[in-house]
Structures are given as structure tokens and as C-alpha cells.
């Protein structure tokens, strides 16, 4: 056992060295050092290295942050992380990596991505000032059980930490490394959490047409249940194997995934608009024009200069439509039909890919838990929390991110400020 009190250093365990962690440590490292404190901080990270699933943020290219943050890009408790990002906001943030060396971009959209567009230039400067401030890291070493004893709290029966802070992720993308042990730990504390789902991930279709596999089109898809519209988004759908896929679905499989698990029994819906630009009465009159200008031409060439062809062919055959005969063949109610179809096509949702799949847990330790000034548990004293665990989830474009650097941030200092 390493009991800090042989030397009588304060020591600070963070268990789970992921985005979140990282800064948390550097953070409690740098406030010790300002404040004259001497303090043993350890990070526990069951991988055999720190910020696995950092590299892959971004597809590699690692989207840190936003220049654009509003309340509409959170879920969960919007209180809580606007409570502590005006401790640390995306300026403080971009300072903060550029102090380390990272160099960052803002893309057309808000989105701010490292210089280098490598998700390894984040994780390389935080490493180095991991070393830099003597910060130790203990990898392989999944923390299995938290106690608190009488000082303090005891991990897996083995290290003594006098405060600690759990940055362990949900149960989103285990394969690199967050696979919900964090909750685990939490359990003999009696912690109240919201319920998890996966959020930022796929939508499976019921019966879904295998014919749209491959596809790529732009569009928009409305998340409805009980006739109720509640998340859109658009941008490039990717039609797959088992439904949809893309930006647009990742960002409504929230509000899908939140239905399927709390209103079992409600059906809910994917409606996908084809042709966002146009409303529906321009988008019949265009059609009838040009079928009425062209009346020999086949069925599949209506369509063709809308959308990728096979998706058009898809589209016409849902409303019985042939391809291969001429538009003059096609009446007017058949035109109302396929403007429905391709502005509101409704694909009734069976389930969202899981957790494995996911790019963020949505849900997680209840904000009334927690001392939003803090991050620490209010039933717990010297216990914080940070990152993806609390009950606080973004949609995509750096907010998740910015979400687990936050909270890190403040988490560590404020874990060393209590000594
Ligand atoms: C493919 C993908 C792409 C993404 N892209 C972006 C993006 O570009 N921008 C964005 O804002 N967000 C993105 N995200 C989301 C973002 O990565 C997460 O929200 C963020 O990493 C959460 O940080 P965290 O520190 O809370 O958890 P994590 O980064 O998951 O880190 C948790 C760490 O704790 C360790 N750990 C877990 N349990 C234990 C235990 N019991 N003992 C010891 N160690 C443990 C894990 O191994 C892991 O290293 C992406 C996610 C994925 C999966």
C-alpha cells in the first residue's frame, strides 16, 4: 500500500486517463505548484497507454472544441455544464493547448481542430505535460473497487489516495477502454445516475430496403414519435445495410434512443426530406414541368438530376412508380405521392446501434449530485467527477470534447484548492 501520510504528501488518484483525466491531473499538478502545495498525483488507466480513444476522435483528426457553443448542443444537464464552463470555456481551452504547443484551426462550421489535423499532436502535448509535471501514470491497471477509509478513499485494496476523481467515461466505444466500470465504482455510494443510452451513433430501420445500401445524399432526418418532431438535423445521410447512417442520423439518434428506451411500445419515426431547399409545392412543380416538357422520357431519369439514381429509382418504386416507362404515364395524384415521398419518407426505427457503436454515452450521474462549482459529489467528500460519466452529452462538433476538458479542468483544480 502507498499511504500518502509516510510522507505526509497529499495525493490525488485519477482514475481513468482518458480526455477528461488528463486534464484533471495537469490541472491539479499546475494549481499544487501555484499554490506551494506538494502533492502526489496518480493516474490509473486500465489501457496500456493514456488517450487511446483521443487518437480516434475526429476520425484522427480530433475535433477539440467549437467557437460556437449554445445551449442547443447539450443534452442531459445543460445547468451543470454551463455552470462549469464558464470556469473554463473554449478560449480558455484553445489557450490552454496552445500554451502546451498544439496550434489549433477553425474550420467553416466553428469546428477547431489541431493544425497538424492529427489527433496525435493533442495527445503528444498533454503526455508531455504529464512528464513534465512528474505527473505518475500507472497503466494496465483497471481500478476495480473504490473504499473510502477513514482518510481518505482505497483502490482495488492496493493504492491510497487522499481525494480522487473519477474520469472514467460511460459505456460508450469500450473498445477503447470506457466500458462502464466507472458506474460500478460508484455504486457502494449510493450515486444517483439518470438512465444511460447510446447517443452519436446509427439507426436501424425496420425492414429496411437493401437496395439503398451504398448510398450517400444529402437531406434531413426529423426524429418523430407520437407525431411529435423532436431533433432534426441534415447534412450527408449514409444509407447502410440496416439504415441510417451519416452525420444527420448520428446527431437525432439521441432523441431516438431516449425514446426507444423510456416510451417502449411508442413507435418512432425517421423522416428524411430529399430536397430540404425546396418546399414541397415547388418541388411538384418542377416535377410536373419537366415530365410535361419531356413526356417520353422514362420514369427513371424524373429524378436523376435531384438525387443519386438509385435512391430515386427507390423512391419511385415505393409509390408503384415504374422506371422504365414513360412520365407521361404518371397522373397527378401519383405526383403528389412521390413529393411526399421524397420530402417526408418516414422509416419507423426498430433500434440505434449500441453502445459499442456509439460515440457518447447520453445520461450518466445525476447533476443533483454534484457541487457545480467543484465537481464534487456532494455525498462524497474529496470525490470528483469529470467528463463523459456525468450526466451531460453534446451533439457533434467539438462539444464533447469541450464537455471533458471542462470538467477535468475544474475538477482538478478545485480537487487540489479543498486540500
Ligand atoms: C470514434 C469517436 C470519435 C469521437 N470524436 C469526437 C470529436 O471529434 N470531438 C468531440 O468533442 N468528441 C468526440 N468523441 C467523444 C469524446 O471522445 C468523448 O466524449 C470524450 O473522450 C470523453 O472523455 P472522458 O475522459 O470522459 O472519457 P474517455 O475519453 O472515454 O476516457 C476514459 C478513460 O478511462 C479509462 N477507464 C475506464 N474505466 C476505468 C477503470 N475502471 N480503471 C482505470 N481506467 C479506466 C479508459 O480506458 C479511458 O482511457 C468521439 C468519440 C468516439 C468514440
Redesign the pocket.
Known amino acids: 500500500m502507498s499511504f500518502s501520510d509516510n510522507k505526509g504528501v497529499f495525493s490525488l488518484a485519477v482514475?481513468?486517463?482518458?480526455?477528461?483525466?488528463l486534464v484533471a491531473a495537469i490541472s491539479a499538478a499546475r494549481t499544487a505548484q501555484k499554490n506551494n502545495k506538494k502533492i502526489n498525483i496518480s493516474i490509473?488507466?486500465?489501457?496500456p497507454r493514456?488517450?487511446?480513444?483521443?487518437l480516434?476522435?475526429?476520425n484522427g483528426?480530433?475535433?477539440?472544441?467549437n467557437t460556437n457553443i449554445s445551449p442547443n448542443c447539450y443534452f442531459g444537464s445543460k445547468d451543470l455544464f454551463f455552470g462549469v464552463y464558464e470556469h473554463f470555456d473554449n478560449n480558455a481551452l484553445i489557450a490552454f493547448l496552445e500554451e502546451l504547443g498544439l496550434k489549433v484551426k477553425t474550420d467553416f462550421a466553428g469546428r477547431v481542430y489541431p493544425l497538424s489535423n492529427q489527433a496525435a499532436s493533442v495527445l503528444d502535448v498533454l503526455r508531455y505535460e504529464l512528464l513534465r509535471l512528474k505527473i505518475n501514470v500507472v497503466c494496465d491497471?483497471?481500478?476495480?473497487s473504490l473504499k473510502k477509509t477513514a482518510r481518505g478513499f482505497l483502490l482495488n485494496d492496493e493504492f491510497f489516495a487522499d481525494a480522487c476523481i473519477i474520469?472514467?467515461?460511460?459505456k460508450?466505444?469500450s473498445v477503447?477502454?470506457?466500458?462502464g466500470?466507472?458506474f460500478e465504482?460508484l455504486k457502494p455510494f449510493n450515486i444517483k445516475t439518470t438512465p444511460i443510452f447510446p447517443a452519436?451513433t446509427a439507426l436501424c430501420v425496420e425492414n429496411f430496403t437493401k437496395a439503398l445500401k451504398g448510398i450517400r445524399a444529402d437531406g434531413e432526418i426529423a426524429i418523430k414519435c407520437a407525431g411529435k418532431p423532436l431533433l432534426r438535423a441534415s447534412g450527408e445521410i449514409q444509407y447502410t445495410e440496416y439504415g441510417l447512417s451519416g452525420i444527420p442520423s448520428m446527431q437525432v439518434s439521441r432523441a431516438a434512443s431516449e425514446q426507444l428506451l423510456l416510451n417502449k411500445g411508442k413507435d418512432v419515426f425517421a423522416v428524411v426530406d430529399s430536397a430540404v431547399s425546396v418546399s414541397d409545392e415547388e418541388l411538384k412543380q418542377f416535377l410536373l414541368s419537366f415530365a410535361r416538357n419531356n413526356p417520353e422520357m422514362p420514369g427513371e431519369m424524373l429524378l436523376a438530376g435531384l438525387m443519386p439514381k438509385r435512391l430515386g429509382a427507390t423512391l419511385m418504386s415505393d409509390c408503384s412508380l415504374s422506371i422504365e416507362k414513360s412520365v407521361k404515364c404518371i397522373n397527378q395524384g401519383a405526383f403528389d405521392k412521390l413529393v411526399n415521398a421524397i420530402k417526408h419518407k418516414k422509416y419507423k426505427i426498430s433500434s440505434v446501434k449500441g453502445f459499442n457503436d456509439?460515440?457518447?454515452t447520453a445520461g450518466g450521474i445525476s447533476a443533483e449530485e454534484i457541487d457545480f462549482n467543484t465537481l464534487e459529489l456532494k455525498k462524497v467528500k474529496g470525490m470528483y467527477v469529470?467528463?463523459?460519466?456525468a450526466d451531460v452529452d453534446?451533439t457533434?462538433?467539438?462539444?464533447?470534447?469541450?464537455?471533458?476538458f471542462s470538467s477535468?479542468y475544474l475538477a482538478g483544480q478545485k480537487s487540489v484548492m479543498e486540500i
Open positions: 482514475i481513468g486517463g482518458g480526455a477528461s483525466g490509473y488507466e486500465a489501457n493514456v488517450g487511446k480513444k483521443i480516434v476522435t475526429g483528426r480530433c475535433n477539440i472544441t491497471t483497471k481500478i476495480v474520469s472514467t467515461g460511460g460508450a466505444a477503447h477502454g470506457s466500458d466500470s466507472g465504482l452519436l456509439a460515440q457518447v469529470c467528463g463523459e460519466i453534446g457533434c462538433g467539438g462539444y464533447n470534447l469541450q464537455w471533458a477535468g
